[in-house]
C-alpha cells in the first residue's frame, strides 16, 4: 500500500489537488504553494527576470486593448496607439536590462479628449494590466521651483508612495499628468512684467523629468518639511501620460483650415473639423511650448461619446455603474432592472450637462437617492427604473 504524499507548506494531501505534488528529496510542495511563492517573490519586487520577461512578452498590443474593451468603450484609435507605446515601453525597459542591441529613444503619451470620454480611465486601466505603480496629478496644481504651490518633483514623489518607498518599482512605473491644457503659455503677458509660474514655467520645469533624469525626492510622513528625508529617483524608464481637454482647440483648427484669408478672399462658411484630427501643430498653438512636445511624440486623440456610447459604458463594463448598483440593490435583496428608456434619459442628461461619462454617477446618485433611503425598510423584490425616475438634470 502506497504511503499518501503530502504538501510540507500547507500539509494537504496529494489527493485534493488536480496537479501533482512536486516531489523533492526532502520536501514536496503543490502548485497552489508554488503560485503563492511566485506572487510573494513579485510583490517584493524578487521576480527573476525570466519571469518578467515572460509576463510581458506575452502582452502583445491586441491583448492589450483586449483588456482595455473590458474597461473602457469605444476609442479604439486611441487604444491602439496606446497599446503600441506601451508595448514598445516594455520593450524598452527589457532592452535596457539585456543590454542588446539598439538603445531605444522613450516615447511618452499625450491624450487629447473631451471631459468625460475616459483619457483617465484608459491610464488607469494601463497601470493595472501592467502591474506598475501608478500615480495622477493635476498639472494645475504644479508651479516653478520656489512659489506657492508643488514643484514638478511632486510628480515622481507621488510614483514613490504609490510604489510603497519601492524605489525600483517606482522607476517603471507610469505618471498620469492631467489638465496639461491648464498649464499653456499665457499669450500677451510681457515676460519683463510678470513670470508665467504655473504656465509656461511649469512646462520648462517638467522638460528634464519626462525625458529622463535623476531628480531628488522627499519621502515619508513628513515630505513637504525642508529637511525631510529625500531618495533619489531615475525617470528614465518611467512612462509618463500627460493629458487635457484643450478645450477650445477646434476654433484654432477652424481657422487654419479656412486658411485665414482677408478681404475677398476670406471665407465666410467655416469647415468643420473633428478633435480626432488635431495635430501637435495645432497643440503648439494652443499653448504647449515645442520643447514638451517634442518630449511627447506618442499622440492619442479620443472622440466625444455619443448616447449610445454612454449607454454602453452604463451597462456593458465588468465594473458598469449600473451593474455596481444592481449589486447595491441585491444587498438588500431587490432585484433591479432600468428600462431601454431609461438608460437613453441617463445618457441624454450627461450629454445636455457635457460630463460625458464622468458624469453618469452624479446623475444616478442625484435621482435614485430617495430609492435607496426607502428601498431597504419596504418589502420589495422587484424595482424597474423607468424614463420618469430621471427627471433630475444633476
Not at 34 to 61: F, H, I, N, S, Y
Not at 196 to 219: F, H, M, N, R, Y
Not at 238 to 251: D, K, P, R, V
Amino acid at each position: 500500500m502506497s504511503k499518501t504524499k503530502y504538501c510540507d507548506f500547507c500539509f494537504r494531501p496529494e489527493h485534493a489537488f488536480s496537479k501533482p505534488l512536486i516531489v523533492g528529496d526532502l520536501a514536496n510542495i503543490c502548485h497552489e504553494c508554488v503560485d503563492t511563492c511566485v506572487t510573494v517573490l513579485r510583490d517584493a519586487g524578487l521576480e527573476t527576470k525570466a519571469q518578467a520577461k515572460a509576463k510581458t512578452t506575452d502582452l502583445t498590443p491586441a491583448k492589450i486593448k483586449s483588456l482595455l474593451d473590458d474597461y473602457v468603450i469605444g476609442q479604439d484609435k486611441a487604444k491602439r496607439v496606446l497599446s503600441v507605446a506601451v508595448y514598445n515601453h516594455q520593450k524598452r525597459i527589457r532592452a535596457l536590462e539585456t543590454r542588446e542591441g539598439t538603445e531605444l529613444s522613450k516615447s511618452n503619451i499625450l491624450m487629447v479628449g473631451p471631459t468625460g470620454s475616459g483619457k483617465t480611465l484608459l491610464a488607469q486601466t494601463l497601470a493595472r494590466i501592467l502591474d506598475v505603480p501608478f500615480a495622477i496629478v493635476d498639472a494645475t496644481s504644479l508651479t516653478e521651483a520656489g512659489y506657492v504651490g508643488d514643484d514638478v518633483e511632486t510628480v515622481v514623489g507621488r510614483l514613490v508612495e504609490a510604489a510603497g518607498n519601492n524605489i525600483k518599482k517606482a522607476q517603471t512605473g507610469i505618471v498620469y499628468i492631467d489638465e496639461i491644457d491648464k498649464i499653456t503659455r499665457k499669450s500677451g503677458v510681457s515676460s519683463s512684467i510678470t513670470r508665467d509660474v504655473s504656465g509656461e514655467g511649469v512646462q520648462q520645469a517638467l522638460l528634464k523629468i519626462i525625458e529622463g533624469t535623476k531628480c531628488s525626492v522627499p519621502v515619508g510622513a513628513n515630505r513637504k518639511h525642508p529637511n525631510a528625508e529625500k531618495v533619489d529617483v531615475d525617470t528614465t524608464n518611467i512612462l509618463f501620460i500627460c493629458s487635457g481637454s484643450f478645450a477650445g482647440i477646434e476654433e484654432l483648427m477652424r481657422d487654419k483650415s479656412s486658411g485665414g484669408g482677408m478681404g475677398f478672399t476670406a471665407q465666410t462658411e467655416k469647415e468643420e473639423v473633428e478633435l480626432r484630427d488635431v495635430t501637435l501643430e495645432d497643440i503648439r498653438q494652443f499653448g504647449i511650448i515645442p520643447e514638451l512636445l517634442g518630449r511627447l511624440p506618442v499622440l492619442a486623440c479620443l472622440e466625444r461619446l455619443e448616447e449610445d456610447d454612454l449607454i454602453r459604458v452604463l451597462t456593458e463594463p465588468k465594473n458598469a455603474i449600473i451593474k455596481q448598483y444592481q449589486t447595491l440593490f441585491d444587498m438588500d435583496g431587490v432585484e433591479l432592472t432600468f428600462s431601454k428608456e431609461a438608460l437613453s434619459k441617463i445618457a441624454s442628461i450627461a450629454i445636455e450637462n457635457e460630463t460625458g461619462a464622468r458624469g453618469l454617477r452624479a446623475i444616478l446618485e442625484n435621482n435614485m437617492l430617495d430609492l435607496m433611503y426607502d428601498t431597504p425598510d419596504q418589502d420589495i423584490k422587484e424595482l424597474e427604473l423607468t424614463s420618469e425616475h430621471f427627471g433630475n438634470t444633476g
